[in-house]
């Protein structure tokens, strides 16, 4: 399949089937209907999950997991767009990428960041992104009525910076990244873990794509409304560094070096990294470390044959009872209460 791709065709198993390399789960399993299409494949040692839902026929999400990314052509694809304007949410929790949108420019979609694009009718976008990280995507695609509808707003109450979200029809492509913060994350592993089938599963998925879109929303709200004199003027070369500084801390578990020992390794000056991180991520280093290790430990005690002993430990906890405090702060339940669920 080398044509550009309609993402609305994917619903079509025969569809999916060429574009994916790999046969979906058939109707029953874990849809009862061609609105939603799961795949469970493995390509060689790589395991791969697609989830496609439609809640209706103006608002889909794509979820989806590789380690590392194993279909081809979610690496490098190119899409149309038809005859409506579409807004597009990405987050990306694993690798990055980039878009090469037509009349527009290259927009690029940095890991760890929530991404938003008004799309206009009949672009064309080619889509790349890196294969050699463990991939991680969710992706909400609505038209403009129907982000209005789901978030129960009329078009008066949009900020007049983000109207360009609530018109019709656009003439021009738009875009604006906003921190991807530890609520995005965990709705998406929410996503991702999910064990229903059928009407509860598709019940399930909408409320946790609800909670994105309201949360993904409220961070776009709340940044346009920021004073000027708060935003840290950040050039591309900063971000990068402070996008680098939030890789470097969610590679360890057991400890997190000092914010000048970070800010020396990336080369930028550390009250530049804290206010720039903060204006990135919508917190603070530390915390963001903090609820990273805390996000991980949830992941883990959802799987199967792991002790709350062992999720402490792995996740650089030295006393279980630190960690079940932590994380019972975090999430108001015990580590005990998630396992497996």
């Not at 608002?59 to 149309?80: C, D, E, N, W």
């Not at 004199?229 to 939030?246: F, G, N």
């Not at 002993?309 to 994380?327: C, H, I, L, M, P």
């Amino acid at each position: 399949m080398t044509a550009a791709i309609n993402y609305e065709m994917l619903f079509d198993p025969h569809v999916a089937r060429l574009y994916y390399g790999a046969e979906p789960e058939p109707i029953g399993r874990y849809y009862d209907d061609e609105r939603g299409l799961f795949m469970n494949a493995r390509f060689g040692p790589s395991p791969f999950i697609q989830d496609v839902i439609q809640f209706a026929p103006d608002a889909l999400a794509f979820t989806s997991a590789g380690a590392p990314t194993p279909v081809s052509r979610l690496g490098h694809h190119r899409q149309a767009i038809g005859d409506d304007d579409w807004i597009h949410f990405c987050l990306r929790l694993g690798s990055d990428g980039h878009e090469d949108i037509s009349d527009y420019k290259t927009v690029e979609q940095p890991s760890r960041v929530c991404m938003i694009t008004r799309y206009p009718a009949g672009t064309m976008i080619e889509r790349t992104s890196t294969t050699d990280e463990n991939w991680r995507v969710a992706c909400l695609w609505l038209k403009p009525a129907a982000l209005l509808r789901l978030l129960e707003i009329s078009p008066s109450r949009v900020p007049q910076e983000l109207s360009w979200l609530a018109v019709s029809k656009s003439d021009e492509a738009t875009h604006l990244a906003v921190p991807l913060s530890i609520r995005m994350q965990l709705a998406v592993n929410d996503v991702l873990s999910c064990q229903f089938r059928g009407g509860v599963r598709r019940a399930f998925i909408y409320s946790k794509y609800l909670e994105l879109v309201a949360t993904i929303y409220q961070a776009a709200v709340d940044q346009v409304a920021r004073p000027e004199q708060l935003v840290t003027k950040l050039s591309e070369r900063d971000t990068a560094k402070i996008l680098e500084v939030a890789s470097i801390i969610t590679s360890k578990f057991d400890h997190m070096e000092s914010l000048a020992g970070l800010a020396r390794q990336v080369g930028i000056n550390r009250t530049k990294l804290v206010l720039g991180f903060r204006a990135i991520y919508g917190t603070s280093v530390e915390a963001y470390w903090r609820d990273w290790r805390l996000q991980k430990a949830s992941e883990l005690l959802r799987s199967d044959g792991i002790s709350v002993n062992e999720v402490a430990f792995s996740v650089g906890y030295s006393e279980v009872s630190s960690f079940t405090r932590a994380f019972t702060r975090k999430f108001g339940v015990l580590p005990k209460s998630c396992k497996g669920c």
